[in-house]
């Protein structure tokens, strides 16, 4: 069964159509890259899982069951936002969502619950390089690294599925390169399921496993909202180390083959 199920799913504001009869499966740990024309939609897709809007109409399930209307921390789904607050430490930033979520009443953790989310908190600091940072203030810290503060910050939810909207739009190419290593290598590690939307056709093929275009498929340039957009192509990817891992099993198997064929005590180098 796949985690994210689309069926038929429109979204309108009002007269204008702004999605239409999207169907999709997405299955655990797919990384989908989502790129499209600027207003066709790939925001309102992801506010619409996150469930911060509904669909007009069709299904949207999560494990097959149609997902609440309400955004919720249970349902595993967490939009990276730029939500670093600038009067909390680079530490408190990353801890702030469990504080919030563990005491709802006082915002705040204590004993042995906030010597355990701290412990969690510095080792996603590890794992984004900001440990030697954990003191300092957002405002004293590097564009990149403010983003890969917000990147821990969702991540210490730890989420199922992680969504992504345009996270490096801004970032120079050095920084960006080393945030697309960073994220694929969280991805991997918690096996998460990622939607990120990105304008950079380079940088969905890169990191995605699976790339959505958004498009209008049908157009009536007297009423611009009576159509909206739909995933015009859904294109898998190989990633290219399973690629290699493949070839390479199969000359194995292939030198293996040519080797059993050779006669008795013979032996061959390809
Ligand atoms: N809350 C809203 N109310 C009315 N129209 C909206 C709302 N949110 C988005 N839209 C419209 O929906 C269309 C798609 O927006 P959006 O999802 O942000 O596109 P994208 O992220 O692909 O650029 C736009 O025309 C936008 O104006
Ligand atoms: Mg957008």
């Known amino acids: 069964m796949s985690l994210i199920t689309v069926r038929n799913l429109w979204k309108e504001y009002g007269e204008q159509v702004v999605l239409e009869r999207m169907n999709l499966d997405i299955g655990e740990h797919e990384f989908c890259t989502l790129v499209g024309a600027s207003g066709c939609g790939k925001t309102t897709f992801l506010r619409m899982l996150l469930g911060e809007e509904t669909p007009s109409r069709g299904q949207l399930l999560l494990d097959g069951v149609p997902m609440p209307n309400e955004p919720g921390p249970d349902r595993g789904i967490v939009f990276q936002r730029y939500s670093v607050f600038p009067h909390l430490t680079v530490l408190g930033n990353v801890l702030i969502g469990l504080e919030l979520r563990g005491a709802r009443l006082l915002g705040r953790l204590f004993g042995r619950a906030r010597r355990e989310a ?6 996603m600091l590890d794992a984004v390089g900001l440990s030697a940072h954990r003191n300092k203030y957002p405002s004293a810290l590097s564009g990149g690294m403010q983003q890969r503060l917000a990147i821990a910050q969702a991540l210490m939810m730890r989420p199922r599925v992680l969504l992504l909207d345009e996270p490096f739009g801004a970032l120079d190419p050095g920084i960006r390169a080393d945030m697309h290593r960073l994220l694929r290598q969280l991805w991997q590690q918690d096996r998460i399921t990622v939607f990120m939307v990105t304008h950079d056709i380079q940088e969905a093929f890169a990191l995605g496993t699976r790339v959505l275009v958004f498009d209008k498929v049908r157009l009536d340039t007297q009423a611009p909202g009576a159509y909206g957009a739909t995933v015009t192509y859904d294109i898998p990817l190989l990633r290219r180390s399973e ?13 293996e083959r040519f080797q059993h064929s050779l006669p008795h005590g013979a032996s061959a180098t390809l």
């Open 243 to 255: 690629h290699i891992t493949r070839e390479v099993e199969a000359t194995r198997r292939k030198t």
């Open 118 to 123: 701290v412990r969690q908190a510095e080792h």
